[in-house]
């Protein structure tokens, strides 16, 4: 279905009266801002319509390779429409600005000067955001200069920002010139590269956009997920175009963008059960990338060769010794436990648990993730130990955002015949680089661990 328009528009317009026209509105919030922390569904700009929204907001810059609209005219309308019912009377105009001569300046970005929504002369300070208008609101905010309303529209989209909106709000974020917003989106989609990347919300990014997550060094999963988030693209610009979803129309569509695919960094396993037997590849190209990986004499490829870097985990270890006995760590379906919070943002990818202190063993074990009972993330798993106090990685199927300033509770519920090692002489509280742990027991641990002993010695994360 192509995208609608004119509901965009009305979203523009409705922000525009918002903000400009209904005290109404802003008496009925009770707070500066209210930014619900439940499910997003954000209104995506149509790619038709940023174009000529990037000229109006940086006329400088206007000219990229966003798709052409004319359909931005509703702003001006809104505006417009939002004018003729503005209360008769007029507010003052800001003071002029005076230069060594004592000659009047006519400032061009007056409103940057009075940091809140009152002091242009408006109603109140309070603001009531919504995700499906919160989009319209920072276009209309950076159209007309309200500083402050912009950086609160990029708080509430920060609040909620997640893997599964990610690549449209870095999309926007890069239309609007907000360079946190643009970090912090990087932030999850490298952690979380395989979601986002499987998410609706790729498909529906610029071509720009694509090139530039597809070109990133730290993308955090298999090259086989980014090709095939690619065909995904291919294939909703085709629809988005009116073109038949065929092998030389997705390559049209893509462009230089499919050379931008690590394909050889591929296994050959991968790259025969997946990018062979796709229909984006000529035959020359599959004929030339079998060859590279099997013959003594490599052809050459337009293809990058080199593996991206993606993310290096780094692990918090609470425990300063560890130790065993002939009559513990001992597993008999029972829970080891410990809560935990951080002072920045991280992205928890699983756990360090020790092994068996009687040689080698395996061990099948259940790790978890919860905030406030609910559960977050999980994964049944097996891992052998070799008889050393080494730590063991358990891994979560994806990394699991937390923020900071909570507490969440991770645990471990092992199965094995043999004793293991434990942690000793625990510390409440770990510096990890830039990022600060703090430890306390949980109720949930049943088997023993707790703050100063047991299992559970280390979290792995991102950051």
């Not at 919030?29 to 700009?45: Q, T, W």
Request: proline share 5%; aromatic share 10%.
């Amino acid at each position: 279905m192509p995208p609608d328009h004119g509901c965009f528009q009305g979203r523009i317009m409705k922000c525009l009266t918002f903000f400009l026209l209904l005290p109404e509105t802003f008496k009925k919030s009770k707070k500066s801002v209210r930014a619900s922390r439940g499910p997003a569904c954000y209104e995506i700009v149509p790619l038709a319509l940023q174009k000529k929204m990037a000229a109006e907001l940086y006329p400088a810059s206007a000219n990229t390779n966003l798709a052409n609209s004319n359909a931005a005219n509703a702003a001006a309308n809104s505006k417009k429409n939002a004018l003729q019912l503005q209360h008769s009377a007029q507010p003052p105009p800001p003071p002029p600005l005076q230069n060594l001569n004592n000659n009047n300046l006519e400032s061009a970005n007056w409103q940057s000067f009075h940091p809140t929504l009152r002091e242009r002369y408006m109603y109140s300070d309070e603001i009531d955001l919504e995700a499906d208008t919160v989009l319209a609101t920072l276009y209309a905010a950076k159209k007309y200069i309200v500083p402050a309303l912009a950086k609160a529209c990029v708080n509430f989209l920060e609040t909620s920002l997640e893997a599964k909106n990610a690549c449209v709000l870095l999309s926007q974020s890069r239309l609007f010139e907000e360079p946190e917003l643009t970090q912090r989106c990087w932030e999850v989609i490298d952690a979380q590269a395989e979601m986002a990347l499987k998410s609706e919300g790729f498909c529906e990014i610029d071509q720009q956009t694509l090139e530039i997550i597809v070109t990133r060094e730290a993308l955090n999963t298999k090259e086989v997920v980014v090709f095939e988030a690619v065909l995904n693209w291919a294939e909703a610009e085709c629809k988005r175009q009116g073109l038949p979803i065929t092998p030389r129309n997705k390559r049209n569509v893509l462009g230089k963008a499919l050379y931008l695919v690590r394909i050889p960094t591929m296994t050959l396993e991968e790259f025969a059960n997946g990018a062979a037997q796709s229909d984006i590849l000529t035959l020359e190209e599959r004929h030339n990338i079998f060859l590279w990986y099997t013959a003594a004499n490599k052809p050459k490829l337009e293809f990058p060769l080199t593996k991206r870097k993606g993310l290096v985990p780094q692990r918090c270890h609470r425990f300063q010794s560890s130790a065993y006995r002939s009559n513990q760590w001992r597993y008999r379906g029972r829970c080891d436990s410990i809560q935990f919070a951080v002072d920045k943002r991280i992205f928890i990818a699983g756990l360090g648990l020790y092994g068996s202190s009687c040689g080698k063993a395996e061990y099948s074990v259940k790790i978890e993730l919860k905030r406030l009972g609910a559960v977050l993330a999980q994964n049944l798993t097996k891992f052998t130990s070799d008889g050393s106090s080494n730590t063991f990685s358990v891994w979560f199927e994806h990394p699991v955002q937390v923020e900071q300033d909570t507490f969440y509770n991770v645990s471990a519920i092992l199965d094995g015949n043999e004793l293991s090692y434990f942690g000793q002489e625990g510390m409440t509280e770990v510096q990890c680089g830039k990022v600060t742990f703090q430890f306390q027991c949980s109720s949930d641990s049943t088997n023993g661990t707790g703050v100063q002993g047991g299992q559970i010695p280390e979290l792995i994360f991102y950051a």
